[in-house]
């Protein structure tokens, strides 16, 4: 069974999540609801009506900060005039901000970490029975769980940590002081929850940690990260493994033959550059030149030639000169990438790069992300527009959100595609099937599509006849 967020009016205590950051905080919100479902809790999606109400949070820029400081501000009022409200902050900032939430915010009933989130359903009963503040953010805890994999937001798609934490200490990166020290899960815990989704109807697994190809590390059974996908490779039913994110000092020839070799596993990699400098990849501690990068971007397109890359930047890194950003633009550039997520950088206290001044100016900093964003949507748009002719393999997510009679979904290269529904072309279909009329009966299922059109970030094309 899949839960739905509902809006229904029963009896059950209502709590309502917020997710901020990435997939590792979808996932971690995922979990949490799970631990609340089992002690009788409802997930609502609309946050008037909630009794809980809860934010999982990101410290990777200032702004991810600066908005939930925002949103708790304008929950004050309705705390004051509901007193039972719980309000709860969550994940990376809670673990940042720790005691400074309830400072600043004394309406904030718990604060509660990376590390204790699974604790939450006895915070929340400590709080209701002494309407005390909590503040959990103890750092010496492991987070261990065993996922009660039947509560999911997506029945079709899941993540999987398979590693928590980070050792690599990136000069600019708050991440390894939020979440702690990196940690590779058991192969075994790994495989049987995935074997529990796939079970459980799940098509799509991404697995999930800040350097996934550092995995194993500390573990004794010998597991790397392309050993590991080759058992998950076995799973009956499994039909597509996704990994992210990849640190290009760690990635190695035999993950991408895993990619290349085995079925299961996407033709896709996310590898962020940072920059195309190599000063600032020094300043930055990444541990690679932009031609070892560009060397594994070369080996990884003749191991697997399908492969599409993903990358993200940071612009206005201290130092970075006109020449440091040119570097950027050049491997952007040569590499074609599919798409790029690019950053202003944001300084951070505790980091490494906060001793460096902050010296290039808002100004140049937006200009520069314009002349990344701008230049990857070019190249974007032309990649997409070779797919033009061609049939491609589409896992059905769901209808697309402007035009409800068009489904969407993802290529194995992770390429977003809009396409008419599938009754069209399927007449058998409307005679053997009552729901053919309804093109959300084909979420969750593979179809090749024929792509007629493309943009920078979409594909379109219709079932082939
Ligand atoms: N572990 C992942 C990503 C972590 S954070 C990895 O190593 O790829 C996601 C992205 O945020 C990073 O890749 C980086 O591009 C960006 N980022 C991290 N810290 C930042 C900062 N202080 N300012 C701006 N962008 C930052
Ligand atoms: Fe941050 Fe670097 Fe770790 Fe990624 S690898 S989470 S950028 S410290
Ligand atoms: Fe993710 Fe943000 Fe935390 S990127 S790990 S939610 S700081």
Redesign the pocket.
Known sequence: MTIKPKTGNNNLPKVFIKTFG?QMNKLDSELIFGSLVKKGYMLVSDEEIADVILFNTCS??QKAEDKVYSQLGRLKKRKEERPDLIIGVMGCMAQNEGEKILERMPHVSLVCGTRMFLKLPSFLEEINRSNRQILAINEDVTVDYDRLVTQRLNRFSAFVSIMRG?D?Y?S????PYVRGREFSRSVEDIVNEVKGLVDDGCKEITLLG??VNSYGKGLHSNSTLATLLQKLDTVDGIERIRFV?S?PKDMSKEILEAVGELRSVCEHLHM?A?SGSDRILQKMRRFYTSSQYRELIDMARDLVPDITIAS???VGFPGESDDDFNDTVTLMKEVRYQNC?T??????TG?YAEKFVDDVTEEIKKKRNHILLELQSEISTKMNKEKIGKSVEVLVEGTSKTDKSKLTGRTRQNQIVVFHSPERFFPEHSISDSRAGDPSSFIGKLVNVTINDATDLTLYGCVRE
Do not use: A, E, G, L
């Not at 950053?343 to 951070?348: D, H, Q, T, V």
């Open positions: 990435c990777v820029r980070c690599n990136c600019y990166c708050i991440v800040q350097n994110t640190h962020p940072q993200d930047f940071i997520f950053f202003k950088y944001s300084p951070r980091t």
